[in-house]
C-alpha cells in the first residue's frame, strides 16, 4: 500500500459510493469504505469495508485513524420525492446528515487528509428561482438568498458552510460539487427512496404493453438527470483540480417528467398510457447551469439522457424479473 494513493469514502455502500469505490480501484488507489450497509447489487470493491454508524464519532475516529490522500464524503440520509419532500422524515434527515458531516469533517481536520471531497445537492437551490418549468435558474451564484424547498437542502447548505468555514479557518483542502439527479445501474428502484428515473423505470417494466402507470404531479414539472459514469468522472475532476466550488455537477438536456416516461416507454418498446396523480413533487422546474464547470474545469457532461436510460432501463428491467421469479418460486 505505501507507494498507492489512499482514499476513504463515507456512503460506499450506496449509489454513488459504491460507483465511486469501483472507479478508485480501477485507477489504483488502496481504498477503505464504510456504510450502515453494504452494497446491495454488487460485493463491494473497497480493500477495507466496515460496517458502522458515521452518526457514532467512535466509529468515525476507527475510519479516520490514519492519514488519507483523499476523503470522499457520500453518506446522507437521503431518497427520492416520497422520502424527502413529506416532511415525515425531516428531523432524521437534518439530524443524521449533519452530525455525519460535523464527525467528518473535525477528523479529517485532525489527520491533516490531502482533500476532502462533499457531495452536497441542486436542492439546496432556492424553490423561487425553479417555478417556471421552462425556464428554471440554477447558476451557482444564485444560491442565496437561500430558500431551499425541503430541510434535505437546507442541511446540504448548511454542510456546504461548514465544509467552507474549514477550509477557511483551518487550510482544510475541500471540494463542493453540486450534484443533479443522479441515476444509472445499481442504484435503488424499490422500497420508497428510489428517484425518479429508477421508479419511473419500475413502472414501465412492470406494465403490460398497452397498460397505464401511476405518475405524480401533471407530469410537466421539469429536471435534468446525469448517468453515473459522467458524475463520477466530474467528481474525480474537481478533486483533481485547483477549484474549491461549490460547482455543479449535472446534465444540461432538460426534460419533462412525462418525457421522461416517453423515453423509457420507447425503450421498453411498450405503449402506456399516463395517470397523474397526488404525490409529492418538489420544485416545477429544475436543470443544471455547466458555466462554470465548463470554466473551471473545462469539461462538461455530454452523454445523451438517452444513452444512460437505455443502460438503466435494461439492469431494472432485470431486476424486476428476478424479483417476479423469486416470487413465483416462493
Ligand atoms: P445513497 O442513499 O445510495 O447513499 C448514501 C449512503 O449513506 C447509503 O448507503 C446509506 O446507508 C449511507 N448512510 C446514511 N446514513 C449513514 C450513517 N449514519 N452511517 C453510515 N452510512 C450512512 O445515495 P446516493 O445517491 O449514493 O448519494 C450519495 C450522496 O450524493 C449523498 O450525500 C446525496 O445526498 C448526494 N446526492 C445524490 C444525488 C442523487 O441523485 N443520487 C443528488 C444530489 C446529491
Known sequence: ????????????????GSHLVKHLKHEGY?????????????????????????????????????????VYQLAADMGGAGYIFTGDHDADVMHNSASINLNLVELCRMQKVGRMFYSSSACMYP?????????PKCSEDSAYPAEPDSEYGWEKLFSERLYLSYHRNHGLE?????????????????????????AICRKVAEAPDHG?????????????????????????????????????????EM????QLVQMVAVIAGKHL??????????????????????????????????????????????????RNEAVKEA
Not at 127 to 135: R, T, V
Not at 218 to 242: N, P, V, W
Open 255 to 258: 426534460v419533462t417528467i412525462d
Open 1 to 16: 500500500m505505501s507507494n498507492r494513493k489512499t482514499a476513504f469514502v463515507s456512503g460506499a455502500g450506496g449509489f454513488i
Open 273 to 322: 398510457t399516463i395517470k397523474h396523480i397526488s404525490g409529492p413533487t418538489g420544485v416545477r422546474g429544475r436543470n443544471s447551469d455547466n458555466k462554470l464547470i465548463r470554466e473551471r474545469l473545462a469539461w462538461a457532461p455530454s452523454l445523451r439522457l438517452q444513452d444512460g436510460l437505455e443502460k438503466t432501463y435494461q439492469w431494472i428491467d432485470q431486476q424486476v424479473r428476478s
Open 212 to 252: 397505464e402507470i401511476e405518475i405524480w404531479g401533471d407530469g410537466k414539472q421539469t429536471r435534468s438527470f446525469l448517468y453515473i459514469d459522467e458524475c463520477i468522472h466530474g467528481t474525480r475532476k474537481l478533486m483533481a483540480s485547483g477549484f474549491t466550488g461549490p460547482v455543479n455537477i449535472g446534465s444540461e
Open 127 to 135: 424553490a423561487y428561482n425553479q417555478q417556471d418549468p421552462d425556464n
Open 174 to 198: 475541500v471540494r463542493i460539487a453540486r450534484y443533479h439527479n443522479i441515476f444509472g445501474p445499481e442504484g435503488t428502484w424499490a422500497g420508497g427512496r428510489e428517484k425518479a428515473p429508477a
Open 30 to 70: 488502496w481504498v477503505r469504505g464504510a456504510d450502515l450497509k453494504y452494497p446491495e447489487f454488487s460485493a463491494t470493491a473497497a480493500d477495507d469495508f466496515h460496517i458502522g454508524d458515521l452518526r457514532d464519532q467512535t466509529f468515525c475516529r476507527q475510519m479516520l485513524d490514519r492519514h488519507f490522500d483523499e
